[in-house]
């Protein structure tokens, strides 16, 4: 019983580890990565010469918030991850 309890503990703090990672390298080229995505996607649907109209930016910005989440939930799980597995 005490390596499960191991176990979690070190997931709880491979996810904390992961939230600080996030913050210092995954939140601005997850912004980044979804605002330019967002681009391509308004370009599709509106024209290639995007106009900054208010339906663009809400599509940018919408693609940057997922992009962003995407980022951190990659960060979080994978070190959350991590740590379960050295746990055990």
């Keep these: 019983m005490k390596s499960k309890e191991y176990a979690k503990k070190l997931a709880y703090m491979g996810a904390g580890c992961g939230v600080v990672l996030f913050a210092i ?43 962003v989440m995407v980022s951190g939930v990659m960060f979080v799980t994978a070190s959350s991850t991590t740590g379960w597995l050295i746990g055990t």
């Design 25 to 67: 390298f995954g939140l601005l080229p997850g912004s980044f990565l979804g605002g330019v995505m967002g681009l391509n996607v308004a370009g599709t649907i509106l024209g290639t010469p995007v106009i900054s109209g208010m339906l663009t930016r809400i599509i940018v910005a919408a693609s940057m918030i997922v992009g």
